[in-house]
């Protein structure tokens, strides 16, 4: 607040689902995002039990129809403050689920809120691309949402590649080779790369979250126009029983980041 010299005072802050509709929320401007989750959900009708299954997250939308997820807010971060310190980027602040493991799905299925909730985001999967259904899981889908067959729908996209990972703007990486593109995505314990190689051929890589030891997330300096820094995450992989490190040049580092945490919590939630 002292950085941006934003004073303590009641203002309007608008937080986004994923059909593209807000909730128009009366706030002051030092609340945390823990408390405007909170406040936000059980305005929608959550469970209070419910809301440490979602989190929010600053994205933005972009005329092409491409939605960048730029980073979790943090629980302590103040979201009215940040979104100012953002102007530049244009972001809006929206709601997520927050767990990596689809089959957690099941565990919300009995409250109203929190199936509308995984239903507007299912769909927006759908209708970015972020799944793949094959063409008869298309049009069972269709139809289960032509019927608003809301549970039905979960139940069956539960079953298809990408459902739930969040999905990176493409970047580059060095894997197999220096300066490769790839196109990203992070859940259910992977990481899968879609990397074009320098012979434009494409290789598809799960890097499988358990044969990983540590990352770092590092900032490699401000870009030409000195807009921003340019971020670099470095796995340390198991590969074949050979450990190497893997670097993705990337500015949803930090999202990226968060995903594996949340994965490996999961893992040894489930271990325990």
Same mark, same amino acid.
């Given at each position: 607040?002292?950085?941006?010299?934003?004073?303590?005072?009641?203002?309007?802050?608008?937080?986004?689902?994923?059909?593209?509709?807000?909730?128009?929320?009366?706030?002051?401007?030092?609340?945390?995002?823990?408390?405007?989750?909170?406040?936000?959900?059980?305005?929608?009708?959550?469970?209070?039990?419910?809301?440490?299954?979602?989190?929010?997250?600053?994205?933005?939308?972009?005329?092409?129809?491409?939605?960048?997820?730029?980073?979790?807010?943090?629980?302590?971060?103040?979201?009215?403050?940040?979104?100012?310190?953002?102007?530049?980027?244009?972001?809006?602040?929206?709601?997520?689920?927050?767990?990596?493991?689809?089959?957690?799905?099941?565990?919300?299925?009995?409250?109203?809120?929190?199936?509308?909730?995984?239903?507007?985001?299912?769909? %927006?999967?759908?209708?970015?691309?972020?799944? #793949?259904?094959? @063409?008869?899981?298309?049009? +069972? /889908?269709? *139809?289960?949402?032509?019927?608003?067959?809301?549970?039905?729908?979960?139940?069956?996209?539960?079953?298809?590649?990408?459902?739930?990972?969040?999905?990176?703007?493409?970047?580059?990486?060095?894997?197999?080779?220096?300066?490769?593109?790839?196109?990203?995505?992070?859940?259910?314990?992977?990481?899968?790369?879609?990397?074009?190689?320098?012979?434009?051929?494409?290789?598809?890589?799960?890097?499988?979250?358990?044969?990983?030891?540590?990352? %770092?997330?590092?900032?490699?300096?401000?870009? #030409?126009?000195? @807009?921003?820094?340019?971020? +670099? /995450?470095? *796995?340390?992989?198991?590969?074949?029983?050979?450990?190497?490190?893997?670097?993705?040049?990337?500015?949803?580092?930090?999202?990226?980041?968060?995903?594996?945490?949340?994965?490996?919590?999961?893992?040894?939630?489930?271990?325990?």
């Amino acid at each position: 607040q002292d950085t941006f010299k934003i004073q303590t005072q009641r203002a309007f802050l608008d937080v986004y689902l994923a059909d593209g509709s807000n909730v128009r929320l009366d706030i002051q401007t030092s609340d945390t995002a823990e408390r405007i989750l909170e406040v936000t959900l059980c305005k929608m009708g959550l469970s209070r039990d419910l809301i440490k299954y979602f989190s929010l997250f600053f994205f933005q939308d972009h005329e092409d129809g491409v939605l960048s997820v730029v980073k979790k807010v943090a629980e302590f971060e103040l979201p009215y403050v940040s979104l100012q310190s953002m102007k530049d980027l244009h972001c809006k602040l929206g709601i997520r689920k927050w767990y990596m493991d689809p089959s957690l799905d099941t565990l919300l299925m009995d409250c109203s809120a929190s199936l509308n909730l995984l239903y507007m985001q299912a769909i %927006q999967e759908v209708k970015r691309n972020w799944v #793949k259904p094959t @063409e008869g899981q298309m049009q +069972e /889908l269709e *139809f289960l949402q032509r019927n608003a067959n809301k549970a039905k729908f979960l139940e069956l996209i539960r079953k298809m590649q990408f459902y739930g990972y969040i999905r990176l703007d493409p970047c580059i990486c060095d894997y197999p080779e220096e300066g490769c593109s790839a196109d990203i995505c992070v859940g259910n314990n992977e990481i899968n790369c879609c990397i074009k190689l320098p012979t434009n051929q494409t290789k598809e890589v799960s890097f499988k979250i358990n044969r990983l030891r540590s990352w %770092q997330v590092a900032s490699l300096g401000a870009t #030409k126009d000195g @807009e921003e820094d340019t971020l +670099e /995450l470095r *796995f340390e992989y198991n590969d074949s029983g050979t450990w190497q490190w893997i670097t993705l040049y990337t500015k949803q580092a930090f999202v990226l980041s968060s995903c594996l945490k949340k994965m490996i919590s999961e893992q040894m939630m489930k271990a325990a």
